[in-house]
């Protein structure tokens, strides 16, 4: 029998916790989360793993070794790669930010997103965007609209952009499936852009002479630095579309089917990140003021929602025979997926609720089917469940400063640079309100009715 079947919906609980957690603590009380971010972690791991592995034994065990090796530490290796690899590359120099550079910077940063991730892309392209504009007095807006486009909307587009892409592509989806939706991406992508010009043109224009009549010093040449890494990344494509193309045979870990494409895959990602550490002079990463903390606490957290998340998808996996049959009777419609996930990614994390209602979608749809099979049916017949649920939970995370995690590094640098960013609720009054929901309001229309 099927443990998602014996599992009550109050198992959930720890890792609604820890979402919880991840949203209100770095808000509420800075400080504590900043020293014991890791032990709230490992403790609502525990209150969730101790239960389970004391009721179910060796069938719990399974479990979470499963997460472990399938899931978690597939994604740490990407994740981790990417981001030495983007903390590698430098631009140096500064354009002079008039709106026609914002403007190409943007797009640029955005491109990039899809192949070095969202984090990767943020890192890379921040530090020239506010040096650029450092001259001027209006520049919130400019990184609110990074945060929208470079953060969230341009990690749409494949595997590498956004972890929840990631793992989809873990759980079967075909790596080039998600370019099937540059429609949706190119559409919210150009209306963002558009929007953000419009903003930024008519403060322009409201900047004094001097300001707009500025020139850039011939010191300040733009060149970039690092460039082995951009060797180095196309490396990191390599491996993930060979490990698609090519996944080997199946092999047991500790009792764990994997297939050797994926081990080959993850071999290769860690060679290339110490190529990265190795091969990129140390005033590179200083001049980007790269450090291990970021991707520390990422592990960290990632470890506890990982072991959290497995009653949720237990159950979810089951359909309506598991304890969260009311959320797979209550989201139905390919619009109900994509504002579901997107509401939850814009408050929570991206990444597991992209795989909650993935498998709340399978559940729905082909109930007790093996999830490999289950996801090449919903692709098959179902495609529109994929594509809202991988909008929802993409582009909604441009929503709060909170819902991923590049928002709240670029905010930090923003402020740590001088730029006076908005408040928590005034991002959302702001700009999140009229910008993006009326954006996701005509995309629902547009694409998932």
Known sequence: MDIGTLLPAWSALPFVGILLSIALCPLLAPRFWHHHFGKVSALWALVFAAPFVLRFGSAALH??????????????VLIGTLFMIGGGIHVAGA??????????????????????????AAMVMIRPLLKANRHRHHRAHTVVFFIFLVANIGGGLTPLGDPPLFLGFLHGVPFFWTLGLWKQVCFAGTVVLVVYVLHDLWYWRREPPHVRDGAPTPAERVRVEGGVNLVLLAGVVAAVVGSGIWPGHEMAILGVSQQTGNLRRDAVLLALLGASWLATPKTVREANEFSFGPILEVAILFAGIFVTIIPAMAMLRVGEAGGMAFVVRAVREPAHFFWASGILSSFLDNAP?????????????????????AVSRVIRDHPAFLAAIS?????????????NAPNFMVKSIAEE??????????????YSLPVLITLFLVMTWLFFR
Do not use: C
Request: net charge negative; aromatic share 12%; charged share 5%.
């Open 391 to 403: 909008n929802g939970s993409v582009f909604m995370g441009a929503n709060t400063y909170i819902g």
């Open 353 to 373: 609720t992209y795989l909650a209602f993935l498998s709340t979608a399978l559940g729905r749809l082909f109930p007790g089917v093996a999830e490999h099979e």
């Open 63 to 76: 479990e979470l070794l499963h997460t472990a090796i399938v899931d978690y530490l597939p994604f740490l």
């Open 95 to 120: 354009f002079r930010g008039t709106p026609a550079t914002n403007a190409l910077l943007m797009v640029v940063g955005t491109l990039l997103a899809s192949l070095v991730g969202t984090t990767g």
């Open 417 to 430: 640079a001088g730029v006076p960013m908005p408040s928590f609720f005034g991002y959302i009054l702001g």
